[in-house]
Nanobody, 123 residues
Framework: VQLQASGGGLVQPGGSLRLSCAAS????????VGWYRQAPGKQRELVAS???????RYDDSVKGRLTISRDNAKNTVYLQMNSLKPEDTAVYYC??????????????????WGQGTLVTVSS
């Protein structure tokens, strides 16, 4: 699966942004899409995820401020980010986890990443 992330930018504290993650390729095999972020000097962390049946999960640090959603018709997953804080500054990545069967009938488990999009929260 190929993923294209977009929507990052510079925003003031308290502001909002919406990130998009557009998928192409074996989209029907995707089971979960997650948004991760990596701040300078820190490890990459999962902030939100959504499964193929619409179940969502959030890191405690973003609950109530970030909302993950999807548009199946557009093969796109969104991350609506409200009430942004300086500590939300990071490069945000989307990742698709899934499974498909190859020509030999063998299951192939994958985790594909999109390129990052930078979110900077600063006054």
């Amino acid at each position: 699966v190929q993923l294209q992330a977009s929507g990052g930018g510079l925003v003031q504290p308290g502001g909002s942004l919406r990130l998009s993650c557009a998928a192409s390729g074996r989209v029907s095999s995707v089971q979960t899409v997650g948004w991760y972020r990596q701040a300078p000097g820190k490890q990459r962390e999962l902030v939100a995820s959504i499964t193929s049946d619409g179940s969502t999960r959030y890191d405690d640090s973003v609950k109530g401020r970030l909302t993950i959603s999807r548009d199946n018709a557009k093969n796109t997953v969104y991350l609506q980010m409200n009430s942004l804080k300086p500590e939300d500054t990071a490069v945000y990545y989307c990742r698709a986890d899934g499974l498909y069967y190859n020509d030999g009938g063998e299951p192939v488990v994958y985790a594909d990443w999109g390129q990052g999009t930078l979110v900077t929260v600063s006054s």
